[in-house]
């Protein structure tokens, strides 16, 4: 037990140190080095490829990766140092970077790269602090005749958007001209001794058209600019938390909560009303039918009164399942709880990756030990498969499906391609961390005095289901079971998937957990009454009309995300 309070504590800390941020200060003329991240186009962010697969200016003694934490690296970051010098408050104009001689093969790399709206980003790089991703979008600049293709740097933690060329087109001939932006001007804002933003922007009069058969030699610059500023250290991050949602966006942010808290109140009182007159005409007939001694025929849920805590098929799986349940609920909240006192800002999404690899392998005990109290009242014994079940569960599939966006992404030599040596440590925390907690949490459910009283004698023999109508079978009855709790959070699901596949950054979590906790409420609300509904027509168990209504949310959620990637892929043409 030791060795695994030490292997926690040394998680913690390591997940502390990705999140920790301090306020850097710099003198003046102090190097403060530049590091390029990765390109990709600008309508698909989730497409992203090595810096230098492109043929920038390359510093003297080669390109050097930089050593990144497990966050960086599962989000897609390659960081690589770049040849640009750029010092603390010192104002430089028009410095050369270099010139290259770019070859057919680097033309026509540039060209595919335009024509796809590709974008670059790099980080400069302080030594010795943890890095805090902060928005300086420049915008996609787009006229009648003229459409520019996009760039991201990173400067003292905070990236920076660039373009790396734009493309006109005549419109008499229809002819369309490549030009590539060979000028950078970085305007950097300082409060005494710490950088507060950046800016860059390209000179549109210092361009080279690039064309298969015209070769040449082009020759790169870039200037600085510092400028002094009130706004202080603990403010610099307000600008990109505005940038990502607007004024305007939070108003449909407290609409939808309304909107929700609405079906809250509509679902609390058809639950109420529904539940307490059928109830009350339930019991005030079975009370007369007592007191006259009448023998009447049992029907509604009294009938099943012997067969609805029956246990059900596979209870190996369903315990899993609740085990595995409980987990992602515990992480959720444990990740708000961090959301919440601020330990997630904009442009740093690498720290929410590794906090939830962390957290999950620390939660592994919840799910086993869930897992082996409910796999106890039902009277399992088998306690070996029931902890491999609850470990590979949700790992298992997870797996699965990595491994073929793994191999395609290595096939296309994208960044979210996650080097080996990163596999190694996230199975090495399985199987040190995970597997281990998993067992003791199995071992404490079995040793534990869980036992299941059922209110009513259950019968031997269960009774015949008899048919029913198609708008009360089990799926139609999923159906709507989904579609209520879907219909009270898919406003925020816009905004989720629009931080998924764009480039904003979600960071609202005071409202999303708001969102979250309607979709806990309505979610109960909605599998009471549809598990009264089931049992009221003699359908099955308690625990299988649980199970059944509880899950279809997932599915809306899904179909909901297939849907808009679908109409994503089709905007982008």
């Not at 307000?238 to 909560?257: C, G, T, V």
């Not at 929700?260 to 529904?274: D, H, K, M, N």
């Not at 071992?443 to 036992?451: F, Q, R, Y």
């Not at 008899?466 to 905004?495: K, V």
Request: net charge positive; glycine share 6%; proline share 4%.
């Amino acid at each position: 037990m030791a060795h695994f309070k030490a292997i926690q504590v040394a998680l913690l800390l390591l997940l502390g140190a990705s999140l920790s941020c301090e306020a850097k200060s710099h003198t003046v003329g102090e190097d403060i080095q530049l590091f390029a991240n990765k390109v990709g186009p600008f309508k698909n962010p989730t497409e992203t490829y090595r810096f230098f697969s492109l043929p920038f200016c390359a510093p003297k003694d080669g390109p050097k990766d930089k050593l990144e934490d497990l966050g960086e690296v599962l989000e897609g970051d390659r960081l690589v140092s770049t040849p640009y010098k750029i010092k603390f408050r010192t104002n430089v104009s028009n410095v050369e970077l270099c010139s290259k001689s770019l070859t057919a093969s680097d033309i026509d790399a540039l060209l595919e790269a335009v024509k796809a709206d590709y974008y670059f980003q790099g980080i400069p790089k302080i030594p010795l602090m943890f890095k805090v991703y902060k928005d300086a979008y420049l915008g996609l600049q787009q006229g009648n005749h003229t459409q520019c293709f996009g760039a991201q740097m990173y400067f003292d933690d905070l990236p920076v958007w660039g373009f790396i060329g734009k493309v006109e087109k005549n419109i008499k001939t229809g002819v369309r001209k490549y030009y590539l932006f060979t000028h950078f001007h970085f305007e950097i804002s300082f409060n005494d001794d710490k950088v507060i933003e950046i800016n860059v922007s390209s000179d549109p009069d210092k361009t080279e058209e690039i064309s298969l058969e015209n070769l040449k030699t082009v020759s790169f610059s870039y200037s600085v600019n510092w400028l002094p500023t009130r706004i202080t250290y603990e403010h610099r991050m307000d600008r990109y938390a505005k940038y990502s949602f607007l004024p305007q966006h939070m108003e449909i942010h407290w609409f939808s909560i309304i909107n929700s808290c609405v079906t809250v109140l509509l679902l609390t009182g058809f639950l109420a009303t529904i539940l307490l007159r059928v109830l009350k005409n339930d019991f005030l007939k079975y009370t007369r039918d007592d007191e006259m001694g009448q023998e009447q025929e049992e029907t509604g849920w009294k009938y099943l009164h012997g067969d609805v805590f029956r246990f059900p098929k596979n209870t190996n799986l369903l315990a899993a399942m609740i085990g595995a349940g409980v987990q992602m609920l515990s992480i959720a909240l444990l990740v708000f709880g961090m959301a919440l006192v601020g330990m997630f800002y904009p442009y740093n999404r690498g720290a929410l990756l590794a906090a939830l690899i962390v957290i999950y392998a620390l939660t592994a005990s919840i799910a086993s030990y869930v897992a082996g109290i409910y796999y106890k009242k039902f009277g399992g014994t088998d306690w070996v498969n029931n902890v491999l079940l609850t470990s590979c569960l949700f790992c298992a599939p997870t797996l699965g499906v990595f491994a073929y966006l793994n191999t395609v992404a290595i096939f296309y030599r994208s960044t979210a391609a996650l080097p080996f040596g990163t596999i190694c440590i996230i199975v090495l925390l399985w199987a040190l961390v995970t597997f281990p907690l998993t067992v003791v949490g199995g071992i404490a459910a079995k040793n534990s005095k869980a036992e299941f009283n059922a209110p009513c004698r259950t019968t031997k023999l269960p009774r015949d289901i008899p048919p029913l109508p198609w708008y009360r079978t089990t799926f139609m009855q999923m159906l709507m079971a989904g579609f209520l709790p879907f219909s009270a959070i898919y406003i925020e699901l816009y905004y989720i998937f629009a931080s998924i596949w764009g480039h904003k950054v979600y960071t609202i979590y005071s409202i999303l957990f708001i969102v979250f906790i309607i979709l806990i409420i309505v979610t109960s609300f909605i599998t009471i009454a549809l598990t009264y509904f089931q049992l009221a027509v003699r359908l099955k168990s308690h625990a299988c009309c649980v199970a059944e209504v509880a899950l279809p949310d997932a599915a809306w959620m899904l179909l909901h995300a297939k849907a808009r990637s679908r109409v994503h892929l089709l905007l982008l043409g």
